[in-house]
Nanobody, 119 residues
Framework: QVQLVESGGGLVQAGESVRLSCVAS????????MGWYRQAPGNERVLVGS???????KYADSLKGRFTISRDNAKKMVYLQMNNLKPEDTGVYYC?????????????WGQGTQVTVSS
């Protein structure tokens, strides 16, 4: 069974930085794109950015320059470095990954990690 587990969230002050991590485990044959989404209170889940298996990244326009996504394919991990955080960055951050198992190809989601930015 495939699992994604995020870590690294918490309460921070505006202007500070946080690094989120997400690790994939289970019967994984290969991982295609990995990404991060966030969901602010009362809002829909929206894309933060994604990274291909080759390292190509895409970001939501509003977050370019402050957020950076990276991955370690050997460790099956994806990271989200968030700098100069603002109160509007508060929300639950989810990682996802397009994963091949021996019998299936689908997108998996983590359970989410809360990031709260106080002003």
């Amino acid at each position: 069974q495939v699992q994604l587990v995020e870590s690294g969230g918490g309460l921070v002050q505006a202007g500070e930085s946080v690094r989120l991590s997400c690790v994939a485990s289970g019967n994984i044959f290969a991982i295609n794109d990995m990404g991060w989404y966030r969901q602010a209170p009362g809002n829909e889940r929206v894309l933060v950015g994604s990274i291909s298996s080759g390292g190509a990244t895409k970001y939501a326009d509003s977050l370019k320059g402050r957020f950076t996504i990276s991955r370690d394919n050997a460790k099956k991990m994806v990271y989200l470095q968030m700098n100069n955080l603002k109160p509007e960055d508060t929300g639950v951050y989810y990682c996802n990954a397009e994963i091949f198992t021996r019998t299936l190809f689908r997108t998996y989601w983590g359970q989410g990690t809360q990031v709260t930015v106080s002003s």
